[in-house]
């Protein structure tokens, strides 16, 4: 049984951020310069686990970030659908909420009211508010980690959608009857661009050329990791140095697509396969430089890196739970 | 020597929209609810042709449009990149200008002040204003035509993006290495769905199945038309209706791409390629309902025509320059 009054910390309101991903739960104290606090993370329950078990642990990780207190608010980013009231999780292909009311559920969980947001629209936010698009009146963020996420910023506005569904960028096809996708699809950009790709791509390297990622998968190739990629990178090992290479262009090609519809000021790029920097990057520049159409007689917009780092979603989350509830 | 006052009709401005194409000019007097009057036209000049050819082509059109009398504005709508200021054509695949301040020679050519914009923009807000968007908070444009334009209005407002270059959904990069583009790079989507794509589709059937379209092109394929194809499909020919399947089909990915990424609540086609209805629309809609990224989970935004035809531009430009100047 939660506790039922808020303990605030002298005035100042006591707001939780929490990005619910594919893989793993980050949680956090967010102040109102965006600045994070007793930082934890869980384990995200697999697609098959029940929507109880991933509740569970989401409050779980409020309850570690708040210490013993109750927060006056909570942000829950979630990498999935939201519905335009901010009740729903409509759909995640990596999660098992399929139209459950989440807010309601979390806020009984929690013992606090609970916002709701889709994760890339709240990194986006945290971005335009803390971050990297904070000079900029329009951005096109893309978030890779396990799929691709996204959001756009217009105007100092983030675009939710219609239906609340925008910025699913991951699944734009770029190859016609390729790769087949969790979505159900065929050639979905994340296929190409994404955690899961990089990953993907190392594998098919390992034991076809010498690398240090056969070391540290220690030969099992199911053990190997988006970050022992970066790493790999980081220390000079060619293959891992070329599967960014690789992942970099198909980001290229995306954002060649994406800027040209939307013409952006600025492009951000976010997701733990970021953190490998202009490594990654700088492929990507090369490619929209020498793709994107009329790029001769238009300004390229710069490709930056996220400046807030994996706790982006939370950050935003809480940011808006504190706009809207305290 | 252009006249020099305006000779209103009475108290109300007279306003004449242009729409440059990349193979025709319309131009027509619009009045304050929409309606066009003294519709006229010319043959873009092609564009190894000279800007000013394109600009005394665009002026006769006006001065005929007009009939004796000097307009209080004229609307502008251009087949390219119109910068952020409305004063230059950047880029335009299909027509001669380069960077030229087309705005300023043209105003000095029809002697009234001058609204330049990219036609797909144009439309949208015709679109938006007076058609069939007109109860959509938010609504995709796509207009095939020679190529592909198109627009977003969110919110109630066009998006032109940061540098007034967005809405190029037709270099969206649909087949890695596909079919080359005027546009220098490889697999466009305009490639695939456009009256050029309709044309070259139909063309590479010529006398390799029985069809009317051989005696319509007096067995010349060089002389087949987009309206020839659809004029075969509306009586019945079945290679000219599996033409517009495929073109519509395409259309469905791209459209798939788009609504992934903006989520708008109304899909509209415009463009010459739309008036063959629902024979291009079907298997659009058929295709973004299978491939639609959560389409299980949400709705899949209605595509429907454009309700304003081919003057749907004209009506724009007209519409913002009688909103600026009059």
Request: aromatic share 4%; proline share 6%.
């Amino acid at each position: 049984v939660p506790p039922t009054s808020p303990a605030t910390d002298g005035d100042r309101p006591l707001v939780v951020g929490v990005d619910v991903g594919g893989t793993k739960v980050l949680a956090g104290l967010v102040g109102e310069d965006g600045s994070v606090h007793h930082l934890t993370r869980g384990t995200t329950p697999g697609r098959m686990a029940s929507p109880e078990a991933v509740e569970e642990t989401v409050a779980a990780c409020v309850r570690r970030a708040a210490g013993d207190r109750v927060p006056d608010a909570v942000g829950v980013a979630a990498a999935g659908f939201v519905d335009a009231t901010g009740a729903r999780v409509m759909f995640a292909p990596h999660l098992p909420w399929r139209g459950e009311d989440v807010r309601a559920r979390l806020a009984e969980r929690v013992g606090a009211p609970v916002l709701l947001e889709n994760d890339a629209t709240c990194a986006a936010h945290a971005e335009a508010s803390y971050g990297a698009g904070r000079d900029a009146g329009s951005m096109l963020l893309v978030t890779l980690g396990t799929g691709i996420g996204g959001s756009l910023v217009l105007d100092g506005r983030t675009w939710r959608g219609a239906q609340g569904m925008a910025g699913e960028f991951g699944h734009m096809q770029v190859v016609p009857d390729g790769a087949p996708c969790e979505c159900g699809r065929r050639g979905c950009w994340e296929q190409y661009c994404s955690g899961n790709a990089l990953v993907r791509d190392a594998r098919s390297r390992l034991g076809v050329e010498p690398t240090v990622l056969t070391e540290l998968c220690e030969g099992d190739p199911d053990r190997l990791t988006g970050p022992m990629v970066t790493a790999a990178a980081a220390d000079g090992d060619l293959v891992a140095r070329r599967t960014f290479t690789r992942i970099g262009e198909w980001l290229g090609v995306g954002l060649s697509n994406l800027v040209a519809a939307f013409d952006p000021a600025l492009v951000v790029i976010g997701g733990g396969v970021s953190e490998a920097g202009d490594r990654l990057l700088d492929p990507a520049r090369d490619v929209l430089a020498g793709s994107l159409v009329g790029a001769g007689h238009r300004d390229v917009p710069p490709v930056v890196r996220a400046a807030l780092g994996p706790e982006a979603g939370l950050v935003g989350a809480a940011t808006l739970a504190r706009a809207t509830y305290c």
